[in-house]
């Protein structure tokens, strides 16, 4: 589970990347418009979602299975 964590942070921080490199280029065809900064910030709030998604499972396993998962930590 903590991979999938890992991974989506890696996805925001690759966007967030993406995204400066390439809004301050000169050319028009080079550089973003508006849809593709809308489409990273789309991207981005997925992989927030998906974050919480995950804490919440991880919280809901332990508050039910807390025996099972205690090697979690």
Do not use: C, P
Not at 30 to 56: A, M, P, T, Y
């Amino acid at each position: 589970m903590w991979s999938f964590i890992e991974a989506s942070e890696n996805r925001i921080s690759d966007n967030k990347k993406y995204e400066n490199e390439n809004s301050n280029v000169q050319e028009e065809d080079d550089g973003l418009d508006e849809e593709d900064l809308l489409v990273l910030k789309e991207e981005n709030k997925n992989e927030f979602q998906l974050q919480l998604d995950l804490g919440e499972i991880i919280g809901a396993l332990f508050k039910t299975h807390k025996q099972l998962v205690s090697s979690v930590i």
